[in-house]
């Protein structure tokens, strides 16, 4: 089985930020990445909007609902009610938190699962109400004990945090061994009943030993090597490729 791709737009949000112009438009990018086979879209809004804006959410919405109804929306970020409100107004048909403080230049770690429990427990438990599906942003490490916790609170995914495995582009040893302890982490979370995702500076490069190692792999979330690489190839072109390197079309 093949991990679905859903591109993040967060990384064309800030090129359109750099002058109050409407253009590259994140919607119009979104659509040319819909078309060309992606499974959804993903926005990281963070409180200060430096990437995506508020008010980009509904116009992604719509074109989700208007022309792609079997993709999915994916709205990442800290669970704060600001973040919350917005999730009750965009129904995404995926929440991924992520335990991100507002300073932070970009994701960087997965949740403290037994530190951040009861505060998982109570916005797990919120968004839940709404039919939406949870994603828990999650370290790569096989700690079976902090696992269970997000299985306990309620969330039916991880994301495995791939920074680390995406930095060592260049030490081909070091990336195999990180793939492995993903890929056991993964099995884990599999066992305990939870389905997996990843995401974090992956590449054309880096995913298939990634899938090769997680054949369940869900989905994965790309916005920065794949913004990289439509700089060079389009964004249409560049879908189709992240499509093969995520097992699709073999
Ligand atoms: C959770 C995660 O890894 C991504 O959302 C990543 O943080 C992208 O966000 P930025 O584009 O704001 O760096
Ligand atoms: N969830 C990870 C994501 O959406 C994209 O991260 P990156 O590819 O921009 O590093």
Redesign the pocket.
């Known amino acids: 089985m093949a991990a679905k791709l859903s591109v993040?737009l967060?990384?064309i949000a800030m090129l359109r930020n750099r002058r109050d112009l409407p253009w590259p438009s994140v919607t119009g990018l979104g659509r040319i990445a819909l078309e060309a086979g992606a499974s959804g879209l993903?926005v990281?809004p963070r409180p200060d909007q430096r990437h995506i804006r508020f008010s980009d959410l509904g116009p992604i919405r719509t074109l989700i609902d208007g022309a792609f109804p079997g993709a999915e929306f994916n709205m990442?970020g800290f669970p704060e009610e600001g973040f919350l409100r917005l999730v009750e107004e965009h129904r995404p048909e995926q929440v991924?938190l992520v335990p991100d403080d507002p300073s932070q230049a970009?994701?960087d770690h997965g949740w403290d699962f037994q530190k951040d429990r009861a505060l998982l427990e109570k916005v797990v438990g919120r968004i839940k109400q709404l039919g939406l599906r949870v994603s828990l942003f999650a370290d790569g490490d096989p700690d079976r004990e902090a696992l269970k916790i997000a299985r306990e609170v309620g969330a039916d995914r991880i994301?495995l945090y791939t920074g680390p495995y995406?930095g060592c582009y260049d030490d081909p040893a070091q990336a195999a061994s990180l793939a492995e302890t993903l890929g056991q982490t993964a099995e884990i979370a599999l066992d305990l009943g939870l389905d997996v995702n990843a995401?974090?500076?992956?590449t054309v490069a880096n995913l298939p030993a990634l899938v090769t190692r997680i054949p369940a792999l869900a989905e994965v979330?790309?916005?920065?090597?794949?913004t990289a690489d439509a700089l060079v190839y389009g964004m249409a072109e560049t879908v189709r490729r992240f499509r093969r390197a995520c097992g699709q079309d073999a």
């Open positions: 993040n967060n990384a993903t990281h990442e991924t970009t994701s994301e995406g995401g974090h500076d992956l979330s790309i916005g920065h090597g794949l």
